[in-house]
Every structure is written in structure tokens, then in C-alpha cells.
């Protein structure tokens, strides 16, 4: 495939205001590993080759373990994470599959007593943030390097 559209070039200002959401996620308080699964799950549900390859090496040069990272699409049957990641990462797929789902009220009672409501605020902001660069890269075709 060849790639389509260079956003970053075409628009600055858009892309630095999609900057300016990342450095608020950077400084709320989701956890850099958790934010990393996170954004490696809705690439995966999304199947943006780009947002993958990238999310990936980020998770694994933040220390993530690799299988944790592998077992990622099948996280429900796996023991390797912690009750915080399973409700964030049902909340992640129920929002980035809202028109299926439109966001079960189970999963919004699972995810209530992991996350005070600015984490919650936080986490939509992440999750909403990286659909949107999925969707930019898939779009656009940008590929990994």
C-alpha cells in the first residue's frame, strides 16, 4: 500500500492539537504500561499496522513483558492482568466498538471502583485520542517504518 496523505504536512495545526490531547494523557493518572495496553488494544480492534507496530515497541521499551503484550487480544482467558486492566480494557472495547455495544451498563459498573471519575475522564480522553490517530493512520495509509 502506498501511503496516501502525509497529515502531518498537509495540516500542522491539526496534528499539534492532537498533540496537545496526548501531553494532557501523558500527565493524567493512567499508568504509562496500562495507557500503552490500552492503546495497543484499540489498534488491534482496529487493525491499524502503524499504531501496532509503534504501541508495541513503546509497551516494550516501558518494560511491558511480551507475553503479556501477545496475549493481549485474548486477555479474558489469560491470568496476566490485574483487575484495574480487565476494566479498563472491557471499558476500552466496549467504547471503541460503541456502535455495537454502545457501552453496556456491566462494563460501566465493572469499571467504577478502579478509576476515581477524573481517571474515568482520563481514560475517555486516551481512548477517544488514540481512535482518532488510529483512524487518521488507516485513512491515510501511513505505514510503519
Known amino acids: ?8 504536512t498537509a495540516n ?9 490531547l496526548e501531553q494532557r494523557i501523558a500527565k493524567s ?3 504509562k504500561p496500562l495507557a500503552e495496553l490500552l492503546r ?3 489498534s488491534q480492534i482496529n487493525g491499524c499496522a502503524f ?12 518494560g511491558e513483558q511480551t507475553r503479556r503484550l501477545a496475549s493481549l487480544s485474548a486477555w479474558r482467558e489469560t491470568p496476566f492482568f490485574s ?5 479498563a480494557l472491557a471499558w476500552t472495547e466496549a467504547v471503541t466498538l460503541v456502535a455495537d455495544t454502545h457501552v453496556p451498563d456491566a462494563v460501566w459498573e465493572d469499571i467504577r471502583p478502579h ?21 487518521f493512520a488507516i485513512a491515510f495509509r501511513k505505514m510503519p517504518a
Open 1 to 8: 500500500m502506498d501511503t496516501r496523505l502525509n497529515f502531518y
Open 83 to 87: 483487575d484495574r486492566e480487565r476494566a
Open 29 to 31: 493518572g493512567i499508568e
Open 115 to 135: 478509576f476515581t471519575p477524573e481517571e474515568l475522564v482520563d481514560l475517555m480522553l486516551l481512548i477517544t485520542t488514540i481512535n482518532t490517530w488510529n483512524r
Open 51 to 62: 499504531c501496532l507496530d509503534m504501541h508495541f515497541s513503546d509497551a516494550v521499551k516501558a
Open 12 to 20: 500542522p495545526e491539526a496534528m499539534r492539537l492532537l498533540g496537545t
Open 40 to 42: 495497543l488494544r484499540v
